[in-house]
């Protein structure tokens, strides 16, 4: 079992950034994947990036392509960076886990972070 804490979110104005972290309890193993997505209220959870465990290879929603890197430390820590912040970029962000190395479906994971609020003024 792996539970996981975000930790980073803020305010920040447009054109800035925030590092995101999420730590894990347990151990993610090298075929899992690890990603990240966002929420806003009243829409469905939102896919932002992923990262393959064991590879690393990394994966980005189109609208964060180029702003946004995932990227991991050690073996249990997976980080979020995000710069040129727009407003729509606004949401409460969830580190996840999938068993299946890589997916953009929330369905496809089975652990969740608590989630960290991101607000990005203009």
């Known amino acids: 079992q792996v539970l996981l804490a975000e930790s980073g979110g803020g305010l920040v104005q447009a054109g800035g950034s925030l590092r995101l972290s999420c730590a894990a309890s347990g151990r993610i193993y090298s075929s899992h994947g690890m990603g990240w997505f966002r929420q806003t209220p009243g829409k469905e959870r939102e896919y932002v990036a992923s990262?393959?465990?064991?590879?690393?290879?990394t994966y980005y929603a189109d609208s964060v392509k180029g702003r946004f890197t995932i990227s991991r430390d050690g073996a249990d820590t997976v980080y979020l960076q995000m710069n040129s912040l727009k407003p729509e970029d606004t949401a409460v962000y969830y580190c996840?886990?999938?068993?299946?190395?890589?997916?953009?479906?929330?369905?496809?994971?089975?652990?969740w972070g608590q989630g960290t609020q991101v607000t990005v003024s203009s």
């Open positions: 990262m393959r465990w064991g590879s690393r290879v």
């Open positions: 996840a886990r999938t068993p299946r190395g890589y997916s953009r479906s929330p369905v496809e994971y089975d652990a």
